[in-house]
């Protein structure tokens, strides 16, 4: 089976900073992303992951740990904008199919 | 960079009736689209997997009879919720990848919300 699991919800201070962690069991592993929803929304892109280590764009970092099944998202100078929901999504099969964690509704308080 | 459409953005329908939901890719051609659904408050849930072409291969517990999938083009496919129920009521959202892409990436489609009376 699937299992993808990252907290319900987080609250963070404007300009702090916040990590939001997925943990995975997935059958295969062809990557990890993650992205921002608004309601109502699509998602957005906002990193992607393949091998272990960290990958930095601008305010937005993302983590990566295969062998722990495992993989965060730093959010840094949190605006009151960045208040959405988190979704941690694996790729796996041959199809490249998304399988998405639970979210993260994050809430950026002044 | 790569967009996806969605028509129409927001359905009513009556219960027992058919709706025809589009997917376009509008500047480039996918190999491959997904169709998800969410409810209120959860994630995304795969749906189905469409290749031009071929059948559409559907998740566990997703009915094919229920909802039908048609991937016509590289450019388009259609997901026809049959009969569709007040339970049927959600968001979907289509993404598509690039055909001969190296990244796995999908771009989502804005999404369509359909309300079932």
């Known amino acids: 089976g699937q299992n993808i699991d990252q907290p319900t919800e987080m609250t963070a201070t404007e300009g702090a900073i916040v990590q939001i962690n997925c943990t995975y069991q997935?059958?295969?592993?062809?990557?990890l992303f993650w992205y921002q929803q608004h309601a109502g929304e699509a998602p957005t892109f906002l990193s992607y992951?393949?091998?272990?280590g960290l990958e930095e764009k601008g305010r937005f970092s993302s983590f990566l740990s295969r062998s722990k099944g495992y993989s965060y998202l730093l959010l840094k100078e949190l605006q009151m904008k960045d208040s959405a929901s988190y979704l941690c999504?694996?790729?796996?099969?041959?199809?490249?199919?998304?399988?998405f964690g639970t979210g993260t509704l994050l809430a950026v308080q002044p | 960079g790569a967009v996806v459409s969605q028509h129409p953005s927001r359905v009513i329908c009556k219960s027992g009736t058919s709706v025809k939901i589009e997917c376009r890719s509008l500047?480039?051609?996918?190999?491959?689209m997904f169709w998800y659904r969410q409810f209120p408050k959860k994630s995304l849930m795969l749906m189905a997997t469409?290749?031009?072409?071929?059948?559409?291969?559907?998740e566990q517990g997703v009915e094919k009879d229920k909802f039908l999938i048609n991937h016509a083009s590289l450019t388009l496919s259609t997901l026809t919720v049959t009969s569709a129920h007040p339970e049927d009521s959600s968001f979907y959202i289509c993404?598509?990848?690039?055909?001969?892409?190296?990244?796995?990436?999908?771009?989502f489609g804005p999404g369509t919300r359909l309300t079932v009376l």
């Open positions: 500047d480039f051609q996918a190999t491959t």
């Open positions: 997935t059958s295969g592993f062809n990557g």
């Open positions: 999504a694996v790729v796996v099969g041959a199809t490249n199919k998304l399988i």
């Open positions: 993404s598509a990848d690039i055909a001969g892409g190296s990244y796995n990436e999908q771009f």
């Open positions: 992951n393949v091998l272990d």
């Open positions: 469409s290749n031009e072409g071929s059948k559409a291969t559907y």
